[in-house]
């Protein structure tokens, strides 16, 4: 009887050790992966600060006033497409053009092509500024990146747009998010043009 | 512009004095061949600003205050 019972125990506590010590071998796992110490090689915080306080004084030196408030107080640029005059243009005519679309561009995410008259969204075009050097390799501080698509559109707007991944709206920036900003930039302009008066706002907002 | 950096100062010269202009041409060979895209920021006779991208020290104007080298473009995800 004893020599039975004894046989069943041994039987159980091989079969309990078959279950137990797997799922505890995978629970110290668990444990030792998120005790790992992740250590930040080369991130400094501050230089990170200094190095987005030259971007912002270097974009501010290279837009116009009307470019540098939007995107100190929006936190994006509304760039116009090379092929539109921006409102109030003049073609060679005389008569007066609208602006087919314009772009806006976010720090660190797709540049969103738009119909400034109605809103629509037209696509994102992916783009990147990625520095190739062996120490950096990261990504520019945001203002740098803001300039980077700045200088790039406005200087060759075809060659940026053949180097961009083009895809429609809302892959990756919310639509919704863009349409609050245009609301917001809309609102944002009435406001300048009454604090600047009207011919702050005609001549600005090229 | 160099991430986690911002504007670093490459070199700086006047370009009608021949040994600076020289020094000039070599850092902006230098950093094209490291990748970099160069451009020229710019006032238009319209008074908007907008920036011309150059592919040569020759086509630097002249009255060019500066030169801002940055990362070439690349499709994004």
């Known amino acids: ?206 | 512009m160099q991430p986690g950096h911002g504007e670093v100062l490459l070199a700086e010269g006047d370009v009608s004095i021949p040994a600076e202009e020289r020094e000039l041409i070599e850092a902006f060979r230098a950093q094209l061949d490291a990748g970099m895209w160069a451009a020229v920021p710019l006032t238009a006779d319209s008074g908007r600003r907008q920036a011309e991208l150059v592919r040569s020290f020759d086509e630097v104007p002249r009255s060019a205050e500066r030169v801002i080298f940055f990362p070439r473009a690349a499709g994004g995800r």
């Open chain 1, 1 to 206: 009887m004893l020599l039975a019972l004894g046989a069943t125990a041994i039987v159980i506590l091989a079969l309990l050790w078959e279950v137990v010590v797997p799922a505890l071998e995978r629970r110290l796992q668990r444990r030792r992966v998120h005790r790992r110490r992740i250590v930040a090689t080369g991130y400094d915080p501050g230089r990170e600060r200094r190095a987005e306080q030259r971007a912002r004084a270097l974009l501010k030196s290279c837009v116009n006033a009307e470019e540098w408030e939007m995107y100190r107080d929006l936190g994006f640029l509304r760039v116009w497409g090379a092929s539109g005059e921006g409102p109030g243009g003049h073609s060679a005519d005389g008569g007066v053009t609208g602006a087919p679309y314009a772009y806006l561009i976010y720090p660190h995410k797709p540049i969103v092509a738009f119909i400034p008259q109605t809103g629509a969204l037209l696509s994102e075009y992916c783009i990147e500024f990625l520095d190739r050097s062996p120490d950096d390799g990261g990504r520019l501080p945001e203002s740098d990146d803001v300039l980077a698509k700045w200088m790039a559109l406005t200087g060759d707007e075809r060659r940026m747009i053949d180097q961009a991944n083009m895809h429609l709206p809302g892959r990756q920036v919310d639509p919704r998010q863009v349409r609050r900003d245009l609301w917001r930039l809309g609102r944002w302009e009435r406001e300048r043009m009454r604090r600047y008066g009207s011919h702050a706002g005609s001549v600005g907002s090229r």
